[in-house]
């Protein structure tokens, strides 16, 4: 059975990357090593892999790339740390524009 990895690199400016591969320590490697100059990773080396989790299937591990790359430090560093729970709370908007904070009575 094939597996698929989503994983999570800390770069050397302390910024997070998100990648997707069916090869998890050869493409460290490819990072690491610098092999593609064009690369987010290519001048924020040494990398350091700091989450992966691993997919049966490819379509869920690229939905799950997807999403990871469009969340916050906040959200990312919660998978890290292993705590899963908080990305609920991590997702409210506390915006005072937020609807859950608009009065009718102010109309």
């Known amino acids: 059975m094939k597996l698929y990895y989503v994983y999570i690199l800390k770069c050397s400016d302390n910024s997070y990357y998100t990648g997707f591969t069916n090869n998890i320590e050869r493409r460290l490697n490819e990072h690491n090593y610098g092999l593609n100059v064009t690369c987010y990773t290519f001048d924020r080396r040494p990398l350091e892999l700091v989450f ?12 799950f790339e997807k999403q990871v790359k469009g969340w916050s430090r906040k959200k990312k560093e919660a998978i890290i740390n292993d705590k ?3 990305l609920e709370k991590l997702s409210e908007c506390l915006n005072e524009s937020s609807h859950k904070k608009f009065n009718k009575k102010e109309l």
């Open 84 to 86: 899963w729970e908080d």
């Open 52 to 63: 992966y989790t691993e997919f049966n299937d490819v379509n869920q591990a690229i939905a």
